[in-house]
């Protein structure tokens, strides 16, 4: 049974900084892509960032390029999003989120992930 365990996320002020951590188990961690994603109240979840299985590859979304960093320790079985100049646009509940098949490149779009967490909320004041 796959399980994903998001922490860090809490209230900070605008230009400030926050590192969600994303605790994985259940299986060979580092065999398997892995994304984050945040939903604002009453949008659509969107992608934000994600990483393949080796941490070899990353990708943003244009809104956080430049801003927020995707990573992961694979002894640690534990995927990191560091976000720094963090703005009020930015407050979500942020969720970690993994593909089913092993040793892919990084996946952008929600349908490809299988395993999701409980999500953290992130709220930015401005």
């Known amino acids: 049974q796959v399980q994903l365990v998001e922490s860090g996320g809490g209230l900070v002020q605008a230009g400030g900084s926050l590192r969600l951590s994303c605790a994985a188990s259940?299986?060979?961690?580092?065999?398997?892509?892995m994304g984050w994603f945040r939903q604002a109240p009453g949008k659509e979840r969107e992608f934000v960032a994600a990483?393949?299985?080796?941490?070899?590859?990353?990708y943003y979304a244009d809104s956080v390029k430049g801003r927020f960093t995707i990573s992961r320790d694979n002894t640690k079985t534990t995927m990191y999003l560091q976000m720094n100049s963090l703005k009020p646009e930015d407050t979500a509940v942020y969720y970690c989120?993994?593909?089913?098949?092993?040793?892919?490149?990084?996946?952008?779009?929600?349908?490809?992930?299988?395993?999701w967490g409980q999500g953290t909320q992130v709220t930015v004041s401005s």
């Open positions: 259940g299986r060979t961690f580092s065999n398997y892509a």
């Open positions: 989120a993994t593909v089913t098949d092993p040793f892919t490149c990084v996946q952008v779009t929600p349908e490809v992930y299988y395993y």
């Open positions: 990483i393949n299985w080796s941490g070899s590859s990353t």
